[in-house]
């Protein structure tokens, strides 16, 4: 099949995360990947030394962009928890594929050291961000369940059009803000 595009890291990112999200990031080979690509095995070694480091490459993006949202979130002088949960949703949204493929293999996540602490770090922020500065015990296990499901429901929906977790097609993103908002104990509107 011949190549369309020139951007070879592109290409073998994309190519990558297909065969992470089918088979797994352990199952899979460097040699499949270059094989899915049309290319040789040593020209995906001219890009990336290993899989992990092919692995870190395609994370950095979602790290960058989580660290960003949280960021701007936290500089936001009025932002109200829809906000913050609105916001956080639709970054776990935008790279919900390759968190699935990441957080169903855990050895995928031992190969990214940095990725689970600096998700609970983002809670963390989102957490105070939401409820002060020092948030009680009750408001932290209810910020688990609402930021960590709001996180898993935007991840699945992700791969699925965004209409399948609702069974009616309806406007996810706000079915489960406002569920995270209940989750919280704060007004849903």
């Known amino acids: 099949m011949p190549r369309r595009r020139t951007d070879t890291r592109a290409e073998i990112r994309e190519t990558a995360l297909e065969l992470f999200a089918k088979k797994g990031y352990t199952a899979t ?3 499949e990947i270059a ?28 790290l960058d962009d989580g660290e960003r949202t ?8 009025d932002a109200t928890a829809r906000r913050a949960l609105e916001a956080f949703y639709d970054m776990g949204r935008r790279h919900g594929t390759l968190f699935r493929a990441v957080v169903a293999d855990t050895a995928a996540l031992g190969d990214l050291g940095d990725v ?11 957490l105070r961000l939401i409820f002060g500065s020092d948030p009680t015990p009750r408001q932290r ?5 609402a930021i960590g499901g ?3 429901a935007a991840i699945m929906a992700a791969d699925d059009g ?28």
């Open 162 to 189: 965004g209409g399948g977790l609702t069974g009616d097609g309806g406007d996810l993103r706000s079915v489960v803000v406002e569920g995270a908002l209940r989750a919280l104990d704060l007004p849903a509107s």
């Open 150 to 152: 709001l996180q898993d």
């Open 70 to 77: 949280v960021r701007e979130l936290e500089e936001e002088p």
């Open 141 to 145: 296990a209810l910020a688990v369940l």
């Open 29 to 31: 080979s460097l040699r």
């Open 35 to 62: 094989e899915g690509l049309g290319i040789t095995k040593a020209a995906l070694y001219y890009h990336f030394r290993s899989k992990q480091d092919l692995l870190a490459d395609m994370v950095r993006p979602m």
């Open 116 to 126: 689970v602490p600096r998700l609970f770090d983002w809670r963390e922020r989102l």
